[in-house]
């Protein structure tokens, strides 16, 4: 790159914007110390699903599909609506944008059901933590996308 900086997208919540389901944020100081070096593109696909901010809190669970195996991806909120097309309407959009702004990697919110990676809640809300991936990191790593959370931030 002839002095080019690189585009990286990036959970609009970690640079500070108050769009994470509480309505606050989890900004990230550190990462936004890094700004001189990329061109940082954010997003929140929560919001670009259409859901609201403050919302209330959504896990992930998986349901049985046809053949009984466990490999459907429902989200839902705490009072048990069903929120699924949103995550998937905004991994979608996150991901049109990556490719708008050629985006090689992203750095996105851990536990998170959109941005999570590598370890997301159970579905229950109790806390309880489980290996997996959130709707939109899943979806960007399907296609080519690298994806990391704000603890490799140092990585960079």
């Known amino acids: 790159m002839s002095g080019e900086k690189e585009n990286i997208l990036v959970s609009a919540c970690l640079l500070g914007v108050n ?5 606050g944020n989890g900004k990230q100081d ?9 061109n940082f593109i954010p997003v929140c696909p929560e919001q670009l699903g259409g859901l609201e901010t403050p919302r209330e809190p ?3 669970q998986l349901v049985s599909g046809e053949t009984g195996d466990f490999n459907i991806v429902r989200v839902v909120d705490r009072s048990g609506k069903d929120v699924t097309d949103s995550f998937f309407k905004g991994a979608e959009e996150t991901l049109k944008l990556a490719r708008l702004y050629g985006c090689k990697r992203a750095i996105l919110k851990e536990r998170s059901p959109s941005c999570g990676h590598g370890c997301i809640y159970d579905g229950t809300f109790s806390g309880t933590k489980v290996p997996g991936d959130g ?5 960007l790593e ?3 996308i690298l994806v990391t959370g704000e603890s490799s931030i140092e990585t960079f």
């Open 142 to 144: 399907e296609n080519g």
């Open 19 to 23: 769009c994470r389901y509480d309505g």
């Open 30 to 38: 550190g990462l936004i110390g890094l700004i001189d070096k990329y």
């Open 58 to 60: 959504a896990e992930q």
């Open 135 to 139: 709707v939109t990191a899943r979806l």
